[in-house]
């Protein structure tokens, strides 16, 4: 029962590198998400998806592109590495979305990211 | 838009006390709401949810109740144990397929 699963678990870069975080599901959700957890900010949603095929803009997009080619797999890249995308990336899926049942988050371990 | 507030700063609290961590939303309808939890080095787990006004979720002997009245869903535990140490989330579901967190509140249980 694996559920959400995140490759790497750590990894430092240098400045200007580039990387792709690896988010699996075995659930057949619909929906995916990519959040980076900052000391005192909580969790900020970077992108989505909506569904294979599909992807859109959270609160901060910006450095960050996506892809979901299949339904159980959700990239996330960084082309350009710098200091400031050091944080750590959850990735997450749900069943469905917005109201009512269903709707709940499960996330991956989470992948420690540091740019030097 | 639809948020989270969750209480200023970290819980310290002693083994068998109780616990209470406030929890507001700003929301337009009736969303979703949700408690995580996050034990160090580990990722978010659900640990209870509502989905309707006047819900009490419940789950390891944690409480949350769905009050639209006061648009709150604060998080309680009657007598907690060291092992529940952990940052907790807030969260709502928003209608625009995306959850919303609160900052995270870090309880400690000193034994």
């Known amino acids: 029962n694996a559920g959400v699963t995140q490759t790497p678990k750590f990894r430092v870069l240098k400045t200007g590198q580039s990387m792709t975080l690896l988010c699996a599901q075995d659930m057949n959700h619909e929906y995916m998400y990519w959040y980076r957890q900052d000391p005192g900010m909580g969790l900020r949603l970077i992108h989505y998806?909506?569904?294979?095929?599909?992807?859109a803009k959270g609160e901060v997009p910006d450095g960050y592109n996506v892809s979901r080619l299949k339904k159980q797999n959700f990239l996330l890249g960084l082309e350009s590495a710098a200091p400031s995308q050091t944080s750590v990336y959850f990735c997450?899926?749900?069943?469905?979305?917005?109201?009512?049942?269903?709707?709940?988050?499960?996330f991956g371990q989470g992948t420690r990211l540091t740019v030097v | 838009g639809n948020s989270v507030t969750q209480m200023e700063g970290p819980v310290t609290l002693s083994e068998e006390a109780f616990l209470t961590i406030n929890c507001t939303y700003t929301?337009?309808?009736?969303?979703?709401l949700f408690w995580y939890v996050q034990y160090p080095g580990e990722g978010l787990q659900l640990l209870l949810k509502a989905t309707k006004a006047d819900d009490k979720g419940s789950n390891k002997g944690f409480e949350a109740t769905y009050r639209k009245e006061t648009t709150s869903f604060h998080l309680e535990k009657g007598s907690v144990q060291v092992s529940d140490s952990a940052v907790y989330f807030c969260a709502l579901s928003r209608g625009n397929n995306r959850l919303a967190f609160g900052k995270g509140n870090q309880v400690v249980v000193i034994p």
């Open positions: 997450a899926s749900s069943l469905s979305a917005g109201r009512g049942p269903n709707t709940e988050a499960f």
């Open positions: 929301a337009t309808g009736y969303p979703s």
């Open positions: 998806s909506v569904g294979e095929g599909t992807t």
